[in-house]
C-alpha cells in the first residue's frame, strides 16, 4: 500500500508541474491574441480600400495586367499556405494544410500545376515527411508578424506572377490560411489572390450599397496598375498573416485552458486513490494492531490457565 501511495503522489506532484506551464502557455496567448486583435483591425481597411481601388481601375479600363486579365488557358498556380512555426494550437495547423490540400486537388482536377509556397516549420515539416515538392518556405516569424516579412514572401510570388508560365511563371495566386471570426471559433479558408475577381468585388460593392468612384489614370492605367501590384499582394498577405497569427493564439489559448482543465480533473482523480489508498493503510495497521492484541491476549490467557 505504501509503494502505491507513493506513486500516486509521484504523479500528482508531476500532473500539477505540468498544469503550472499550461495555465502559464494560456495567459501569455490570451495577452497575445488581444494585440493580435488589435492589429488585425487596424490592417483590414487598408487592404480592403486598396482592393477597392484595384477594382475601380480594372474596370474603368481595358488593360490587360496580371491584376485583373485572366488567361485563356491557365495551366499553372501557386497556392501560399500560412502555418505556424510552433505546435501546441489544437487542430489550427491541421485545419490550414487539410485546406491546402483540397484546393490543390481541385487545381490539379482543373489541369494546372500548382507550385506550393509555405510559411511556418509545421507546415513544411508536413510536407518535407511526405517528400512533396515545394517551391519556397518562410519561418521564424508567424507568431508576431510584420510587414517588411510580408514584402519577403511576396516578392517570389510577385516575380511568379509577372512572368511567363513558359519560363516558370504562373496564371493565378491563391492563398490558405485560418480566418479569426472570434475568440472561439477560427476557419481555414482559401481565397484567390491573382487575377482579382473584378465581378465578385464590385457585387459586395453593391450589395454594402457603395459605389466605385471613376478615375482618370495618369500616365495610363497600366502604369497605375504595375503600382498597385506589390501594395495589393503585400497588404493581402500582411492582412492574412496577422488573421493567421491571431487564430493561433487564440487556438493555443483554447488548447491550453483545455489541458489546464484536464490536468485539474487528473489531479482531483489522483488525490481520491491516494486518499483511498492511504485510508486502505491505516485500515491495514489497524487490523493488524488489533489482530496482534487480540492474539496476545489470547496467548496470556492460554498461560495463565
Same mark, same amino acid.
Given at each position: 500500500?505504501?509503494?502505491?501511495?507513493?506513486?500516486?503522489?509521484?504523479?500528482?506532484?508531476?500532473?500539477?508541474?505540468?498544469?503550472?506551464?499550461?495555465?502559464?502557455?494560456?495567459?501569455?496567448?490570451?495577452?497575445?491574441?488581444?494585440?493580435?486583435?488589435?492589429?488585425?483591425?487596424?490592417?483590414?481597411?487598408?487592404?480592403?480600400?486598396?482592393?477597392?481601388?484595384?477594382?475601380?481601375?480594372?474596370?474603368?479600363?481595358?488593360?490587360?495586367?496580371?491584376?485583373?486579365?485572366?488567361?485563356?488557358?491557365?495551366?499553372?498556380?501557386?497556392?501560399?499556405?500560412?502555418?505556424?512555426?510552433?505546435?501546441?494550437?489544437?487542430?489550427?495547423?491541421?485545419?490550414?494544410?487539410?485546406?491546402?490540400?483540397?484546393?490543390?486537388?481541385?487545381?490539379?482536377?482543373?489541369?494546372?500545376?500548382?507550385?506550393?509556397?509555405?510559411?511556418?516549420?509545421?507546415?513544411?515539416?508536413?510536407?518535407?515527411?511526405?517528400?512533396?515538392?515545394?517551391?519556397?518556405?518562410?519561418?521564424?516569424? /508567424?507568431? =508576431?508578424? %510584420?510587414?517588411?516579412?510580408?514584402?519577403?514572401? +511576396?516578392?517570389?510570388?510577385?516575380? !511568379?506572377?509577372? @512572368?511567363?508560365?513558359?519560363?516558370?511563371?504562373?496564371?493565378?495566386?491563391?492563398?490558405?490560411?485560418?480566418?479569426?471570426?472570434?475568440?472561439?471559433?477560427?476557419?481555414?479558408?482559401?481565397?484567390?489572390?491573382?487575377?482579382?475577381?473584378?465581378?465578385?468585388?464590385?457585387?459586395?460593392?453593391?450589395?454594402?450599397?457603395?459605389?466605385?468612384?471613376?478615375?482618370?489614370?495618369?500616365?495610363?492605367?497600366?502604369?497605375?496598375?504595375?503600382?498597385?501590384?506589390?501594395?495589393?499582394?503585400?497588404?493581402?498577405?500582411?492582412?492574412?498573416?496577422?488573421?493567421?497569427?491571431?487564430?493561433?493564439?487564440?487556438?493555443?489559448?483554447?488548447?491550453?485552458?483545455?489541458?489546464?482543465?484536464?490536468?485539474?480533473?487528473?489531479?482531483?482523480?489522483?488525490?481520491?486513490?491516494?486518499?483511498?489508498?492511504?485510508?486502505?493503510?491505516? /485500515?491495514? =495497521?489497524? %487490523?493488524?494492531?488489533?489482530?496482534?492484541?487480540? +492474539?496476545?491476549?489470547?496467548?496470556? !490467557?492460554?498461560? @495463565?490457565?
Amino acid at each position: 500500500m505504501g509503494a502505491q501511495l507513493r506513486v500516486y503522489k509521484r504523479r500528482i506532484r508531476s500532473v500539477t508541474a505540468t498544469k503550472k506551464i499550461t495555465k502559464a502557455m494560456e495567459m501569455i496567448a490570451a495577452s497575445r491574441v488581444v494585440k493580435a486583435q488589435r492589429k488585425v483591425a487596424a490592417s483590414t481597411p487598408y487592404a480592403q480600400e486598396l482592393t477597392r481601388a484595384v477594382t475601380a481601375v480594372g474596370t474603368g479600363s481595358n488593360t490587360k495586367h496580371p491584376l485583373t486579365t485572366e488567361a485563356e488557358n491557365p495551366t499553372r498556380a501557386a497556392v501560399l499556405l500560412l502555418t505556424s512555426d510552433r505546435g501546441l494550437a489544437g487542430a489550427f495547423n491541421s485545419n490550414a494544410i487539410k485546406a491546402a490540400e483540397q484546393l490543390t486537388e481541385r487545381l490539379e482536377r482543373e489541369g494546372k500545376r500548382v507550385d506550393t509556397y509555405i510559411v511556418g516549420r509545421r507546415g513544411v515539416a508536413h510536407y518535407n515527411f511526405r517528400e512533396r515538392t515545394i517551391a519556397e518556405t518562410f519561418t521564424g516569424f /508567424t507568431d =508576431e508578424p %510584420s510587414y517588411a516579412d510580408a514584402k519577403k514572401i +511576396a516578392a517570389p510570388l510577385i516575380e !511568379a506572377i509577372t @512572368d511567363e508560365t513558359a519560363d516558370g511563371g504562373v496564371d493565378e495566386l491563391h492563398i490558405v490560411y485560418t480566418e479569426f471570426v472570434s475568440m472561439m471559433t477560427q476557419t481555414a479558408v482559401d481565397s484567390r489572390l491573382l487575377p482579382l475577381r473584378l465581378d465578385e468585388v464590385a457585387r459586395e460593392s453593391h450589395a454594402k450599397g457603395e459605389i466605385l468612384p471613376l478615375y482618370d489614370f495618369e500616365p495610363s492605367a497600366e502604369d497605375v496598375l504595375d503600382a498597385l501590384l506589390p501594395r495589393y499582394v503585400e497588404s493581402r498577405i500582411y492582412n492574412a498573416l496577422l488573421q493567421s497569427a491571431a487564430s493561433k493564439h487564440a487556438a493555443t489559448r483554447r488548447a491550453m485552458k483545455s489541458a489546464t482543465d484536464n490536468a485539474g480533473e487528473l489531479i482531483n482523480t489522483l488525490s481520491r486513490l491516494a486518499n483511498a489508498a492511504r485510508q486502505a493503510e491505516i /485500515t491495514q =495497521e489497524i %487490523s493488524e494492531i488489533v489482530g496482534g492484541a487480540s +492474539a496476545l491476549a489470547d496467548a496470556t !490467557a492460554g498461560s @495463565d490457565n
